[in-house]
T-cell receptor
Framework: SQKIEQNSEALNIQEGKTATLTCNYT??????LQWYRQDPGRGPVFLLL?????KEKRKERLKVTFDTTLKQSLFHITASQPADSATYLC????????????FGTGTRLTIIP | GAGVSQSPRYKVAKRGQDVALRCDPI?????LFWYQQALGQGPEFLTY????????KSGLPSDRFFAERPEGSVSTLKIQRTQQEDSAVYLC?????????????FGSGTRLTVV
């Protein structure tokens, strides 16, 4: 069966360090993968998209990698700040022609001052 | 409007009651999605519209769930004869169709509690 796993339910990182979150998937051949941030009581907010033919994408302090051989994406936040504390979700679009995204369960990140 | 608007923000329903949840997408966004999010879980797909056409309703958990978007803008998710397992946050999202380069824009959701 198809599955998307984010390997940590919760992650605590010291302020200033790099936070690395993992998204693994099975039985998908995704067209691309997206990362979202969700704060309590709010809907997810889109951060980054990476396509199947891209290895890495950056945006300010954020970096995403995508390894279709390992079926894994890594999401990095460098120079982390307490304001980065939130739940981070990865999402896959499996097929062209259907815009449906399938989400992972999320990783709750806490940046400790 | 500037964002996706959902109402009501909170809804408490007695078991067996019917509820209707509303979503106002971003003007010009052709695609509209409904997701269900249980506590501590990621959003689960329910259904998807392109304009007024419902292209995928594979995620609707039972025939008690019904969604419509009659004029291709505002959408309503209706749940008939609510059950306790329907308690969740219902999220609506919209996007520019044909590309997801900019991702979905989500509303803040409707938290439904069935008592």
């Amino acid at each position: 069966s198809q599955k998307i796993e984010q390997n940590s339910e919760a992650l605590n990182i010291q302020e200033g360090k790099t936070a690395t979150l993992t998204c693994n998937y099975t039985n998908y051949s995704p067209a691309y993968l997206q990362w979202y941030r969700q704060d309590p009581g709010r809907g997810p907010v889109f951060l980054l998209l990476i396509r199947e033919n891209e290895k890495e994408k950056r945006k300010e302090r954020l970096k995403v990698t995508f390894d279709t051989t390992l079926k894994q994406s890594l999401f990095h936040i460098t120079a982390s700040q307490p304001a980065d504390s939130a739940t981070y979700l990865c999402a896959l679009r499996a097929n062209f022609g259907n815009e449906k995204l399938t989400f992972g369960t999320g990783t709750r990140l806490t940046i400790i001052p | 409007g500037a964002g996706v608007s959902q109402s009501p923000r909170y809804k408490v329903a007695k078991r067996g009651q019917d509820v209707a949840l509303r979503c106002d997408p971003i003007s010009g966004h052709v695609s509209l999605f409904w997701y269900q999010q249980a506590l501590g879980q990621g959003p689960e797909f329910l259904t998807y519209f392109q304009n007024e056409a419902q292209l995928d309703k594979s995620g609707l958990p039972s025939d008690r769930f019904f969604a419509e978007r009659p004029e291709g803008s505002v959408s309503t998710l209706k749940i008939q004869r609510t059950q306790q397992e329907d308690s969740a946050v219902y999220l609506c999202a919209s996007s520019v169709t044909g590309t997801l380069v900019y991702g979905y824009t989500f509303g803040s959701g409707t938290r439904l509690t069935v008592v």
